[in-house]
């Protein structure tokens, strides 16, 4: 099959699309388990962080199989995982088996759609261009969830959130026949070259993780960002409207650092990005009316969609061996995965202020980190200019 036919696209950004469930659902899930279950923060981060931490371990493991197997057949067995656990978990209440059940969604499920989705883009023609189809197609889905979740969930409780979605991974199903079975790319001699790439691994390493810290910060605070708009005075579907508008708005972050790609280096908006993406998370506390909140989580989400794709572009520059940037998804699913268990485990049950500590601390960090990685790969490219 033709990889890079108007099927196989459309197919891969809805596995894409479900891939990312757990992400942009973690802050709607997170209010809704402690609202409608009364579970302890700790409950909550140990279910949010399952789940994503279940999608980061499939993105290792992918590495393991996709080459391997009929990805017609693996994209089948995520979308059946993710709609039975989805209506599994919405039956249960309690903590210990919602985590097991949302570690399985994670990994048998989304991880494995998107592991799917990942290879048939890589395999076309023109994977820049898809992956922007990819990204416009997530942050849309997000828009959704934001809107339509959070009612859902006063109303219904759980099942009110995993249901819908459910629901959404159910439409993808008819796609998997313009899903091929396995990449037409994939070469003895491709492989050949990648393992003669010589040169040091730190670099990439370094890279990876100021990314992986980045979005240990990011995780903390989004999983608990509807919480903070409740704690602040907002109601959770008044909260979940305005993150919505939010990310909607936090689109233009990734255009802008397109536009600006190649143009001045990373070091000055990477460390401007980060500092600005501090303060705001800073604000996001005490009571705030809805414009306040809208806005500065605009801002937070403007700045995170901006810094990501310098960090990523660091991490596949120097990286000399083509090994070390296939872990950029499990570095980013892993650190939404920390950031919420850190977060929870520093939670009292009268202050969200732990969620915004983690933001700040892991965008303090990747700061200092990331400071003497850019200066060396600037020298680095002076030497060889």
Known sequence: MDNDNIGS??????????????????PILANTLGASLGLSAGDIGNIVGAEIGGGALASIAAA???????????????????????????????????????????????????????????????????????VAAQVATGVVTLLVLPGLGEQWGVRGILWP??????????????????????????GAAQQAATGSSAPALTALLVLLIWCIGLGGMWAFLISVGVAGGLE?????????ISTFIGISGALVASA???????????????????GAIMLLQGDMSFLRFAATAAVFQTFWNFTGPYLMGMVAESDKTGRISVLIPAAQTGGFAIGPWLASRMMTDDSMLAANYV????????????????LRLQRSARALA
């Open 9 to 26: 696209i459309v197919a891969a950004v809805a596995l894409s699309c479900i891939g990312v469930f757990g992400v942009l659902a973690a």
């Open 64 to 134: 393991f199989w996709i080459q391997r197997v009929n990805w017609r057949i693996a994209a089948f067995v995520g979308i059946t995982a993710v709609v039975t656990l989805n209506l599994l978990s919405g039956l249960q209440s309690d903590a210990g088996a919602l985590a097991a059940l949302r570690f399985a969604a994670g990994f048998i499920g989304q991880g494995t759609a998107f592991a799917v989705a990942i290879g048939v883009i890589n395999a076309s023609s023109n994977p820049d261009r898809i992956f922007g189809f990819s």
């Open 165 to 190: 979605l459910a629901g959404l991974a159910l439409l993808v199903l008819p796609t998997l026949g313009w899903v091929p079975a396995r990449s037409p790319k994939t070469s003895h001699a491709a």
């Open 236 to 244: 959770s579907a008044t909260a979940g409207r305005a993150i919505a």
């Open 260 to 278: 600006l790609a190649g143009r001045g280096g990373r070091l000055l908006p990477v460390s401007v990005a980060l500092l600005v993406q501090m």
């Open 359 to 374: 933001g700040v601390g892991g965008c303090l960090i990747a700061l200092l980190i990331f400071l003497p990685v850019v």
